[in-house]
Structure formats: structure tokens, C-alpha cells
């Protein structure tokens, strides 16, 4: 089960929206196509919100707009880009064994570390993994010490032998 950011990479050296599935609320048309259509495959050009714009029929400063609200209400975690593991950084995937009654907070500490690329919940003694990226191994290793410090939970620590590239795009249902 997934309830967690979700912030994954694409493609080496693209960039994409990190959408999450929505929280409620009514968006626009506007809004609903920008978290469906461009989760993936951000335009790379000098002007990709003219180009988005164009896509979607309105204008830049438009776009620009509905995706500063649909970040300010959690629908999207950020626009950037995404590098392969340990090509510009340096990479590790961490589990916690956090109980359960103290899950969302453990993952709220988490999730408010910029270097986080992503978290997720699983049905598992450790319950909550994520991934981490740093500009060295020493702040890498400063930022889960933090979390345990903060948490209390001991981080099992696990070095990215081999990447693999997982989708968590979601063709979005819509109900309102």
C-alpha cells in the first residue's frame, strides 16, 4: 500500500512533475490535465511553459500559476530534474521499522529532509523505505543520523548496488 510522497525517477537526466494521487478537493480542467498528461516527460526546451501552455491551450503565466496551487496544496511535491542514482550524488536506499501507531509522524520527519527523493509504506516489519540523495557521503549519512536522532528508530542502511528505473505514474481517476 502506498500513502507516501511519491517522488520517483524517470529516465536518466529528464525531468518530470513528482504528482501525487489527489488529496480532494475540485480542480479545474487546467489542473487535472497538468497532474495527468505531464507526470512524465516535462518538455525539455528553453520555454516549458510555453510549451505546456500551448499543450493545454492557455497561456504560461496560466500554467505557472495552477502548478504554484497544486504545490502549495501537496498535489505535487516539485518540477526538476531527476538524475540516475550515484551519477551526480551520491545514493542510498533506508527502511525503518517505525510502529504503527507512530507511522505518519516517523514519515513526516522523513519527508521534511529535501535530500528524500522518496518514500513509501510496505506491508513489512520494516514498513517505511526510502531513498536518499546527497551531495556526499557525509551528508548522506549526517541527514539519517538526524532521523534517528529525531525518531528514535534505528535506519537500516542499504547501498545502491543496482538501479532500476520503477514508474509510479498514475493515470489519475477523476470524480469531481
Not at 505531464?38 to 499543450?55: H, K, N, S
Amino acid at each position: 500500500m502506498n500513502r507516501f510522497t511519491f517522488r520517483t525517477p524517470p529516465a536518466p537526466n529528464k525531468v518530470e512533475t513528482a504528482a501525487r494521487p489527489p488529496r480532494g478537493g475540485i480542480y479545474t480542467a487546467m489542473e487535472k490535465r497538468l497532474l495527468n498528461e505531464f507526470q512524465r516527460d516535462f518538455p525539455l526546451t528553453p520555454r516549458p511553459y510555453a510549451e505546456l501552455a500551448r499543450a493545454l491551450g492557455t497561456d504560461a503565466g496560466t500554467v505557472k500559476a495552477a502548478l504554484r496551487r497544486l504545490q502549495a496544496n501537496g498535489a505535487i511535491s516539485r518540477i526538476g530534474p531527476v538524475f540516475r542514482p550515484n551519477a551526480v550524488d551520491v545514493s542510498l536506499l533506508a527502511a525503518m521499522e517505525a510502529p504503527p501507531d507512530q507511522l505518519e509522524d516517523v514519515a513526516a520527519v522523513v519527508n521534511s529532509y529535501p535530500e528524500v527523493n522518496h518514500n513509501y509504506e510496505r506491508e513489512h516489519r520494516f514498513n517505511l523505505w526510502f531513498v536518499l540523495h546527497a551531495d556526499d557521503s557525509d551528508r548522506l549519512h549526517a541527514v539519517l543520523d538526524e532521523i534517528e536522532a529525531r525518531t528514535a528508530i534505528p535506519v537500516l542502511r542499504l547501498p545502491i548496488l543496482d538501479d532500476y528505473h520503477i514508474d509510479l505514474g498514475f493515470d489519475l481517476a477523476w470524480h469531481n
